[in-house]
């Protein structure tokens, strides 16, 4: 249905790729680059052809009547979500992607003192690369030449450094610390941002033209290659606001082997390895235990990790671990189309949320992601289960309520739903 990679690479998104690998061999696809963010994505050619080189692409878009472009790749099992550069952050952390990718994206990143770049700027790990594939529009060639001046000038300022550029392709490196920053002349734009400004607040954050500079302890830029990274507690666990200070890896290493044995439990006993599962949401992720037992335990699926506004911003902890995820409001509509998951998993996440809304407002979002065939594992407090049960029959679900491995007076339990076809 797609013939080499769509219509956005002539050549293929294969030979593509082996050219951007060419032209910059330190990206090493699968190994030093792992988590790459897709802008404009198309018909998500350039995720699902990274997916053989062993990287998780998360392929972005605008909700867009004629193109689909985002149900198009959900339907392909590439992990997409809509978003669009605007005017506010995008629901990502600072230094989380380890390339940022546009082919013909339809932004433009010089308007308005190249603000929007800046986000890209600070959503890039250290050291990360931008690839920028111009729209190759033959009979504006001068429009052509007067972008390219403006982007290079842009980078420049940015202290981004062209590494490579072969026709319409060129890819940039951002820097590993501040040092080109803290060169520039007095009064350069844009500006370094304020030292309050905390970069991994993005829930309702308005853009700033301004460079978001990198932590001097140097966290978030020094990440251990693929796969070691998705065990190895990061850095940038030290640094995150938790309510634990001394013990985070080994909190870390306990959420681990919690979700690693909890997840081998119900591969063998609700058998998940025949259930054809694909795109799998983690509704409160944590710090990512839950998508990494699922890929220890070779599940051949993808997880976008939710990290709800209410609790602890982990994201970055995920990113850093090689996995994706996104900030949410469980409150609010989660920002993709319908009938779009195979299965949602959501532990501790209801008795928490009640306080802030009505949990049917989450259930009836949940079917509404949900494809028919789908299942939800609700993880929670036995406080909360007769209700969801009762909202799930109403919604037309299967509900089947299980005692958890403490036993059945444990003060949690399961609620495993089906949505019927």
């Not at 294969?14 to 696809?29: E, G, H, T, W």
């Not at 546009?102 to 931008?130: H, K, P, Q, V």
Request: aromatic share 10%; charged share 20%; net charge neutral.
């Amino acid at each position: 249905m797609f013939p080499g990679g769509g219509t956005q690479f002539i050549h293929g998104a294969d030979q593509y790729l082996d050219q951007i690998s060419k032209m910059v061999p330190d990206i090493a696809f699968g190994n030093h680059t792992k988590v790459v963010l897709d802008i404009g994505c198309g018909v998500a050619s350039f995720g699902a052809y990274l997916l053989k080189r062993n990287v998780t692409t998360l392929s972005i878009a605008p909700k867009d009547v004629h193109e689909n472009q985002v149900q198009f790749a959900l339907e392909r099992g590439v992990p997409a979500m809509l978003a669009v550069f605007a005017t506010q952050r995008l629901p990502y952390p600072s230094q989380s992607f380890d390339l940022i990718h546009c082919s013909r994206c339809r932004i433009n990143w010089t308007r308005d003192d190249g603000i929007l770049l800046l986000e890209a700027n600070r959503m890039l790990r250290a050291g990360g690369y931008f690839a920028w594939a111009a729209q190759p529009v033959y009979k504006h060639e001068d429009n052509l030449q007067e972008q390219w001046k403006e982007m290079e000038d842009l980078t420049t300022r940015n202290c981004w450094e062209l590494i490579k550029k072969e026709g319409y392709l060129a890819i940039w490196q951002k820097p590993l610390n501040n040092s080109c920053y803290l060169k520039r002349d007095t009064g350069m734009q844009p500006p370094l941002c304020d030292s309050d400004d905390n970069p991994d607040t993005v829930w309702y954050v308005g853009l700033r033209a301004c460079i978001t500079p990198l932590p001097e302890n140097g966290f978030g830029s020094n990440v251990t290659s693929w796969p070691a990274r998705l065990h190895y507690p990061p850095e940038r666990l030290q640094s995150i606001e938790l309510d634990a200070y001394i013990s985070r890896k080994e909190i870390f290493r306990a959420e681990a082997k919690y979700w690693y044995e909890i997840i081998a439990s119900y591969v063998a006993a609700f058998r998940w390895k025949d259930m054809k599962l694909r795109n799998v949401m983690d509704m409160k992720a944590g710090f990512g235990g839950f998508a990494a037992a699922l890929h220890d335990l070779q599940i051949d699926c993808w997880v976008m990790n939710v990290v709800p506004v209410s609790g602890f911003n982990t994201l970055p902890v995920i990113y850093d671990r090689g996995l994706i995820g996104v900030m949410h409001d469980w409150c609010e509509p989660f920002d993709t189309y319908p009938r779009t998951y195979d299965l949602l998993h959501a532990a501790g996440l209801f008795s928490v949320e009640r306080k802030r809304c009505n949990m049917s407002t989450i259930m009836l979002e949940m079917d509404r992601m949900l494809r028919p065939g789908g299942r939800v594992y609700i993880r929670d407090s036995v406080l909360v289960m007769s209700e969801l049960q009762a909202i799930a029959a109403a919604m037309g679900w299967v509900p089947a309520l299980h005692d958890i491995s403490e036993g059945p007076h444990a003060s949690w339990k399961i609620l495993i739903c089906e949505k019927r076809l």
